[in-house]
């Protein structure tokens, strides 16, 4: 039996990669990362925060969704201890981009590296719709 998707597709890895499938009222976004679209990366980790929660606003209105659709959040990070020290700049980073306090599970996870050395986090989310 297989499942009615709708899918996403953007950027250098539109061919590998959807950035968003919709399978029935559940939305599944890849990772989001701090690059901006033309291809530069904040060396903060909060700017980073920032930019990829931007980049998750942008995934979501292709759906015709919103912040406020998220349920869950996985957040990536090279290094947990600038993560941990920079904690509260980050989460009001997070309020800021879902305009309220967000309410959402979250996971925080300690990876070795991302996709490019200058990315300190990567943010994927589940929706509900």
């Not at 947990?80 to 996971?107: H, K, S, W």
């Amino acid at each position: 039996m297989s499942v009615e998707k709708k899918v996403f597709r953007s950027g250098p890895y539109a061919d590998l990669i959807a950035q968003g499938v919709q399978a029935g009222e559940s939305l599944y976004l890849s990772g989001q990362v701090g690059m901006r679209e033309d291809g530069s990366t904040p060396d903060n980790i909060v700017e980073q925060v920032t930019v990829a929660y931007a980049n998750i606003a942008s995934v979501l209105a292709e759906f015709g969704a919103t912040m406020d659709n998220i349920v869950d959040e996985t957040f990536l990070v090279t290094d947990v201890t600038e993560a941990m020290t920079n904690l509260e700049a980050i989460f009001a980073a997070r309020q800021q981009a879902y305009g309220q306090r967000p309410d959402v599970t979250q996971t925080l996870i300690g990876v070795a590296a991302l996709l490019l050395p200058e990315l300190k986090i990567e943010i994927k989310c589940v929706a509900h719709l």
